[in-house]
Nanobody, 121 residues
């Protein structure tokens, strides 16, 4: 059973910073890409940032230059450092990991439960 547990959300003023953390636990063979998505009220879930097992990353245009994704392969964790936060960054943020549970199994996506980020004065 693979589980993703997120932490680090909360309320922050515009211009402030937050760091989200996600830890993958359970029994599995490998983790491929890991990423962060977000969903604001009334909107579809969107990709925020993704990082491969080799460390290559991509970002949504709306967060480039403000957010940084990183991962620790030894600890099976992924972080999202969010700086210069704006009210439009308010959303539930979800961690995602593409996991191969056994060497012969196809990899599949797993999701965390979500953590609320609210940017407001």
């Amino acid at each position: 059973q693979v589980q993703l547990v997120e932490s680090g959300g909360g309320l922050v003023r515009p211009g402030g910073s937050l760091t989200l953390s996600c830890a993958v636990s359970g029994t599995f063979f490998s983790i491929n890409a890991m990423g962060w998505y977000r969903q604001a009220p009334g909107k579809q879930r969107e990709l925020v940032a993704v990082i491969t097992s080799g460390g290559s990353s991509n970002y949504a245009d709306s967060v480039k230059g403000r957010f940084t994704i990183s991962r620790d392969n030894a600890k099976n964790t992924v972080l999202l450092q969010m700086n210069s936060l704006k009210p439009e960054d308010t959303a539930v943020y979800y961690c995602n990991a593409n996991v191969r549970v056994r060497i012969v199994a196809m990899p599949r996506d797993y999701w965390g439960q979500g953590t609320q980020v609210t940017v407001s004065s």
